[in-house]
T-cell receptor, first 109, second 111 residues
Framework: SQTIHQWPATLVQPVGSPLSLECTVE??????LYWYRQAAGRGLQLLFY??????ISSEVPQNLSASRPQDRQFILSSKKLLLSDSGFYLC????????FGSGTRLTVV | GESVGLHLPTLSVQEGDNSIINCAYS??????FIWYKQESGKGPQFIID?????DKRQGQRVTVLLNKTVKHLSLQIAATQPGDSAVYFC??????????FGGGTRLMVKP
């Protein structure tokens, strides 16, 4: 079966520290992969999407970057976190339908 | 830019009543729409979808209606249960195969 894994579930990081969030999918190949961010009580904002290894498209200019080193691995990174980077980060993949991971709650302090 | 917008309300319904959650979209070229349910601290879960060549689709206790003339989408939940309490998002799929989400509606079910 097809599954998506996202970790960690929660993360508290100081301002200026680096970030690495990982997302992996199983049971499929060459999926479209997406990173979304959700501010508290708000909708989902698309940050990055990838249609293949090494292919990253950015939807909004920001303090974050994404990479896809392997077909089923999608990484969200930052060199120096800002307070405004706090939020709920969701990875998603699409074959026929979109499926979301369980999310990472990031708090920058 | 083109967007899907939910006027973010909190909808409060009595257990057993029917719920209707509405969504307006602006991209007339969108060909696929999805409703998601998100419980606190979790990722969105797929509920039901509809393609633009349809105006109604039914699932188990849920119905999605699409009115392309006025660019309106609605989710109807029959016999609402406490477990239906969550935030509901509509999303549209555009030509770039990306989802654009509305702002969400919180559904609260009173016992």
């Amino acid at each position: 079966s097809q599954t998506i894994h996202q970790w960690p579930a929660t993360l508290v990081q100081p301002v200026g520290s680096p970030l690495s969030l990982e997302c992996t999918v199983e049971g499929t190949s060459n999926p479209n992969l997406y990173w979304y961010r959700q501010a508290a009580g708000r909708g989902l904002q698309l940050l990055f999407y990838s249609v293949g290894i090494g292919q990253i498209s950015s939807e909004v200019p920001q303090n974050l970057s994404a990479s896809r080193p392997q077909d089923r691995q999608f990484i969200l990174s930052s060199k120096k976190l800002l307070l405004s980077d706090s939020g709920f980060y969701l990875c998603a993949w699409r074959l026929k339908k979109y499926t979301f991971g369980s999310g990472t709650r990031l708090t920058v302090v | 830019g083109e967007s899907v917008g939910l006027h973010l309300p909190t909808l409060s319904v009595q257990e057993g009543d029917n719920s209707i959650i509405n969504c307006a979209y602006s991209n007339s070229a969108s060909d696929y729409f999805i409703w998601y349910k998100q419980e606190s601290g979790k990722g969105p879960q797929f509920i039901i979808d509809i393609r633009s060549n349809m105006d109604k689709r039914q699932g188990q206790r849920v119905t999605v209606l699409l009115n392309k003339t006025v660019k309106h989408l609605s989710l109807q939940i029959a016999a609402t249960q406490p477990g239906d309490s969550a935030v509901y998002f509509c999303a549209e799929n555009n030509a770039g195969n990306m989802l654009t989400f509305g702002g969400g509606t919180r559904l609260m079910v009173k016992p």
